[in-house]
């Protein structure tokens, strides 16, 4: 049987191999446009399309077009589906004639019976027009555009907005409020909403597109009711470029329009029932202080940062917070501390860990915004009890996010705030809390620098190799290992290598291995070290650190 399906599944490579002999059989590739299958047609046509450039002008008249032509007038839809992405490659190097050719079954295949052959067609009318000559943009693509964005069926008619945008680039600057503008307008206010949304998603586009001036008169009431839209998707999709839009208004009356006409719907946003729109306006909201400037960010912006601050929905306190560094540019982070404290408090206890977890990734930029005795003061208590979380990549995340604390606060402050609780954690009755307190230790040792860590973390290492849990143990030969770059050459000699050997002939097979790689690493480093302090150095600035994060990010066993 197996011999059977072996041959049945090598059929097809058998015929295709056959037809490739016979002469007068056509292209595989032309045969593979027409397939019922779409991943097939599409990767046949991008395979056409390369084909394409490798042809001579005389070549593509001879042998490219006229496929292209058969592929229009095929009697399934699907060679003319494919059909479609192929006429924008030919067009520029071959004949007027041929030219025109072209542009006929362009035309015929946007007003084609089936949908799925108008779909295809619009979504390829903007790569079409960038290849056409001026003139016939204005007379044939324009009537197309108009069409399409016409068309009884929405999936056409958004994919029409899309090619909308892309001809609004290709015509002088007169020409655009008559030709184009009617049947975007039409557009934005379409019946169906996936056409709006799509209207929305392509708003900073179309703006680039047509200018400063028919954005004043025509985009900026679009862009307010789509705001305003009674889909929620529209209005997220629109809220989502608020920033990019305000960004791009005409400098001479950009504050103006945006207190006057987009900050009134802006404001409304803000207690809208969908949480996607209020998490979307989150994300960017606070870019308009960097806009609007001290003023008007006091004044207007910063009650609707607050408002989202106390916001239920966890992703819009997230998205403020995480945005913080623009508003503290222009206010300052002081003026929001106030709300800021409890929003931070909420996120940092979330029941999903994945927000908890991105908030311990903002702490070092809030730290380093607010300042160390604020941070001491509402914030430390914080960071400690992440390291106890139930979730381990909390704890990994809330160890990496200690180092960086200390790398902005120095090791001073470490040394009084941050390392005598950490230690504090290896007489902790949850060895997954001890082996933590290990894991703090191999991230600060390198920030604290070779005294704080000889004179005050290496004796709780010690201390912790007669765990009586063999994780907790081979972890603390592990440490060992990590920290050893920290720490001078006596040192390593006369008490870390005791520790080791010690560890060396444990009765866990585990804590045997790591005490034995460590060992050897030591031994490796100190004949360096005889050699000269460089090499010693040099050795394990690139090698320690690289071996021990493979080793120290695994989840630990059970005891």
Not at 20 to 37: G, I, M, Y
Not at 226 to 247: I, P, Q
């Amino acid at each position: 049987m197996a011999g059977a399906d072996s041959d049945d599944s090598l059929y097809p490579i058998a015929v295709l191999i056959d037809e490739l002999r016979n002469e007068d059989v056509q292209p595989p590739l032309e045969s593979l446009a027409t397939v019922e299958e779409t991943v097939v047609r599409d990767k046949a046509v991008e395979s056409l399309r390369k084909i394409s450039h490798e042809h001579s002008p005389v070549d593509l008249e001879v042998h490219f077009e006229p496929l292209v032509k058969r592929l229009a007038s095929g009697d399934w839809f699907t060679s003319r589906t494919s059909a479609c992405g192929l006429f924008s490659v030919c067009y520029p190097r071959v004949s007027s004639t041929v030219k025109a050719e072209i542009r006929q079954h362009f035309r015929t295949l946007c007003s084609d019976d089936t949908p799925m052959v108008r779909r295809a067609a619009a979504s390829k009318l903007g790569e079409f027009a960038k290849v056409l000559e001026l003139e016939y943009v204005k007379s044939d693509i324009i009537s197309l555009f108009t069409a399409l964005a016409s068309d009884e069926q929405d999936s056409v008619r958004l994919l029409a907005v899309e090619a909308g945008v892309s001809i609004a680039t290709l015509l002088p600057q007169e020409d655009l409020e008559a030709l184009v503008m009617p049947t975007l307008r039409q557009a934005a206010e379409d019946k169906s909403w996936r056409v709006r949304y799509m209207v929305a998603d392509k708003f900073s586009d179309l703006q680039k597109a047509v200018g400063p001036e028919i954005t004043k008169n025509d985009l900026v009431p679009a862009f307010q009711n789509l705001l305003k839209d009674c889909e929620a998707e529209v209005r997220a999709a629109a809220a989502n470029k608020v920033k990019e839009f305000c960004e791009n208004l005409p400098e001479d009356s950009r504050e103006t329009i945006i207190m006057t006409h987009i900050l009134p719907c802006v404001k409304e946003l803000v207690s809208d029932t969908n949480q996607h729109v209020k998490s979307a306006l989150a994300s960017v909201i606070m870019g308009l202080s960097t806009i609007l400037g001290k003023d008007n960010t006091i004044e207007h912006l910063l009650p609707l940062f607050l408002a989202q601050l106390k916001d239920e929905c966890p992703e819009v306190r997230l998205n403020i917070i995480s945005n913080l560094d623009c508003v503290n540019e222009v206010i300052g982070i002081r003026q929001l501390s106030q709300s800021l404290l409890p929003a931070i408090v909420e996120l940092a206890e979330d029941a999903k860990w994945r927000v908890r977890l991105a908030i311990i990734e903002y702490m070092p930029l809030l730290a380093g915004q607010l300042g160390v005795e604020f941070f001491d003061e509402k914030l430390n208590s914080l960071c400690m009890a992440w390291l106890v979380d139930h979730v381990y990549a909390i704890r990994e995340a809330a160890t990496c996010n200690l180092m960086k604390l200390v790398e902005k606060f120095g090791a001073e402050w470490a040394q009084n705030t941050i390392v005598p609780k950490v230690l504090g954690m290896a007489n902790d009755p949850n060895y997954l809390h001890r082996m933590t307190t290990l894991f703090c230790i191999n991230a600060l040792s390198e920030v604290c620098g070779q005294e704080i860590t000889t004179k005050h973390m290496l004796p709780v290492v010690f201390k912790m190799s007669n765990d009586q849990v063999a994780n907790v143990r081979f972890n603390v030969a592990k440490s060992l290992q990590k920290i050893g770059p920290v720490l001078d050459s006596n040192c390593l000699q006369t008490e870390v290598k005791p520790v080791l050997e010690k560890l060396a002939s444990d009765q866990d097979i585990d804590v045997k291995y790591f005490a034995q790689e460590a060992i050897s690493e030591l031994t490796h480093a100190c004949a360096q070290h005889d050699r000269g302090a460089n090499h010693y150095c040099t050795y394990h600035l690139i090698t320690v650190p690289v071996l021990c994060l493979t080793l120290i990010v695994v989840e630990p066993r059970p005891p």
